[in-house]
């Protein structure tokens, strides 16, 4: 495996375009992030950087953005599960922290509105999936957040743009925002994806915590298992694994689960009959 040195006269990019070829530039983040597909010999990398410190069109500034980068690190340090991409290096250059992960040959799951009915869609041929083979993948998603949580870890901004589908596996990234324990909503409407957060996550003051989680959890079993509503005839799976998502998305936390281990047992249960 290539090494990755501190760099000290080199911004990211340069440093980055110095040690291989760059076959590929994602730079059309909301995030801010610019991110690189880096190829040194037969190896292949995924190179995610904070982006121009010039850029001010992301909501989060060049400082923020490089403290995301850090506890992304933290966190791929961490937990150690194998759907999540694995964490190679973090390198510091002359601009900031950036982050050397594996590469994994996927496509993202999300597609923009506009185009998540288009049969052809990545999103629509992974959810087209025989149901028993989603409840495989969405089982090891389960088991990672709860791998997070267990180690003190809300993970935050988790939606289908998180997702890498190789076609038979599944990876999941950008659990950047992710927070170290409980805490409150501070912004009002915060990061992510409408179809998968939890009322609280609207709600300034509202607490953040391992049931955020569930419900999320449970959105992902409506979203892809169904059609996006909690309509039960459009639920392709058993009644168990039903009642099991629907409890998992009632808008009154108190409904739900009493905490994250309880939503994944009864999953699992679930999972078995289905």
């Known amino acids: 495996m290539h090494t990755w040195p501190v760099s000290t006269h080199l911004s990211a990019e340069a440093y980055i375009r110095s040690h291989g070829l760059v076959a590929q530039v994602f730079d059309q983040q909301d995030s801010g992030n610019v991110c690189y597909e880096v190829r040194i ?8 950087t904070a982006g121009e410190a010039a850029d001010e069109r992301p909501v989060l500034n060049h400082p923020q953005r490089l403290a995301l980068l850090e506890n992304a690190a933290l966190i791929a340090r961490t937990v150690d599960h194998p759907i999540l991409t694995a964490l190679y290096a973090m390198v510091r250059s002359v ?11 996927g496509d993202l799951v999300r ?11 990545v999103y629509q041929r992974f959810r087209q999936q025989p149901h028993l083979q989603l409840i495989k993948h969405l089982s090891r998603l389960i088991d990672l957040v ?3 949580v267990k180690q003190g870890l809300i993970v935050v901004d988790l939606y289908d743009g998180c997702l890498l589908w190789s076609g038979q596996q599944i990876r999941v990234i950008d659990l950047d925002n992710s927070r170290w324990g409980p805490s409150v909503n501070e912004m009002g409407r915060m990061f992510g994806s409408s179809r998968f957060m939890a009322p609280e996550e609207f709600e300034r003051g509202a607490p953040i915590d391992e049931l955020t989680n569930v419900y999320t959890l449970g959105r992902f079993l409506f979203e ?3 059609d996006g509503s909690v309509n039960r005839a459009a639920f392709r799976a058993g009644d168990a694994v039903f009642a099991v998502a629907r409890k998992a998305c009632e808008r009154h936390r108190s409904q739900r689960f009493a905490d994250f281990e309880s939503f994944r047992r009864a999953w699992r249960q679930a999972a078995l009959r289905s």
């Open 41 to 48: 010999g037969d190896e292949r990398y995924f190179v995610k």
């Open 95 to 105: 601009d900031g922290v950036f982050l050397v992960y594996e590469w994994f040959d």
């Open 111 to 121: 597609a923009d509105k506009a185009n998540r009915a288009d049969p052809d869609s």
């Open 146 to 148: 709860a791998d997070l």
């Open 224 to 226: 892809f298992i169904g």
